[in-house]
């Protein structure tokens, strides 16, 4: 028998996340966030689920994007991040994609192509993430050189927010793009997950769904998943292997970080950072066996961890454990571990089998 580690991957609760995010978008077009893998879900079982109802993709690697011509989506495919190099824009040209240009040494490599167009881009602007686009000075002569480029047929202005999900929002990055190009009759793209969610004045004419459609909620620290109407689609599954009584002083796990101060029941659990699982969550991170909530102890294992079965008596060895997903919210184990859901998902290790719900 395998280890009973199992991953679950409910595409029916993909498409519903998808539906509910374009219910938000109003006229707007909604371009599913499919990049890493589709957050760790699988490139191919997100086309699955969603190549039928999704009214385009974003992604970052033209590899990924073929796989998506050659499954037979016809729909827009945008590229985040652009191209790297000038051989990548004939493929883009090939499979139709839709380049981000966010910076001068792209628009060189457009200069020096000679593309027989149409060429659809995404123009990304700088607002205030300083990550990647033109500033309010770059922008006016990057417009000018894209619209001298006779393969280029239309140009979408792009901007991405740093904080639509906290409390500063998104309000002082629209001022900006508005102040950069507000006079401007061109269609725009600005919203992710959370401020699709949040900020309906973001909306625009292509919005940008990523963690939501994978059942994360963009902003745990306002709104859960579950009150965002959002479905688990990654169920991390395991069970108890092994158990340990304890009496008070003993220590568990590597490190000794935890102590028991009373006599407890420890189950052990196959399931570990080389899983996915994060070895930084602490002692307290919550954990379902037999559906029952519970908590982790100690440090977690390359293979293994620990969690307190002292209240839970009719669990022991074989007993279903939930690590995150289906009845325990994968933003509750990520926030419980210092981190987001977004990477709990990404880094759910390529050794864990996938079973596929809702096909
Ligand atoms: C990843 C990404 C998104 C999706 O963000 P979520 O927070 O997952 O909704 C949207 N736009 C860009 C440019 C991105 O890189």
């Known amino acids: 028998m395998p280890r009973p580690i199992r991953a679950s991957i409910d595409l029916e609760a993909l498409r519903h996340n998808y539906l509910l995010a374009r219910s938000k978008a109003g006229s707007a077009k909604a371009f599913a966030v499919i990049k890493a ?7 191919q079982r997100a086309i699955q689920a969603l190549g039928p109802v999704a009214d385009g993709f974003a992604l970052l690697d033209i590899a990924e994007a073929a796989q998506l011509r050659a499954a037979g989506l016809t729909q827009p495919i945008a590229l985040l991040e652009g191209f790297f190099e000038p051989a990548d824009l004939p493929e883009i040209e090939r499979l139709c994609l839709i380049p981000t240009i966010h910076g001068d040494a792209q628009l060189a490599m457009l200069e020096r192509t000679r593309l027989a167009g ?3 881009v995404l123009l990304k602007i700088n607002t205030g993430m300083n990550r990647l686009g033109f500033t309010a000075d770059s922008f006016p002569a990057a417009l000018a050189r894209l619209r001298a480029l006779p393969a280029v047929r239309s140009i979408t202005l792009m901007s991405h927010f740093a904080r639509a999900d906290d409390e500063a929002g998104i309000a002082p990055q629209l001022a ?8 401007l009759d061109l269609p725009v793209s600005l919203a992710n997950s959370a401020a ?5 004045e973001a909306t625009a ?9 994978y059942g ?6 306002i709104a859960s998943a579950e009150q965002l109407g959002l479905r688990a689609v990654m169920t991390l599954n395991s069970e108890i292997i092994g158990v340990q009584d304890i009496t008070p002083g003993e220590r568990v796990g590597y490190g000794g970080s935890f102590e028991a101060a009373t006599p407890m029941r420890v189950g052990v659990v196959a399931c570990g950072y080389a899983d996915g699982y994060p070895r930084h969550a602490p002692t307290g991170t919550p954990i379902l066996v037999g559906g029952r909530r519970t908590r982790t102890l100690g440090r977690v294992s390359m293979d293994m961890l620990a969690c307190d079965l002292t209240h839970l008596p009719e669990a022991g060895v074989g007993s279903p454990v939930t690590l995150w997903g289906d009845g325990l919210a994968a933003d509750e184990v990520a926030a419980a571990a210092g981190t987001i859901s977004y990477e709990l998902f990404c880094a759910l290790a390529p050794r864990v089998p996938v079973q596929v719900r809702g096909g």
């Open 37 to 43: 893998n589709a957050y760790g879900h699988g490139l």
């Open 118 to 120: 149409p060429l659809d």
């Open 176 to 183: 900006r793009f508005k102040a950069i190009a507000g006079g």
């Open 196 to 200: 699709l969610l949040r900020f309906p």
């Open 205 to 213: 004419q292509i919005v940008r769904p990523g963690i939501m459609l």
């Open 216 to 221: 994360g909620s963009p902003m745990p620290d």
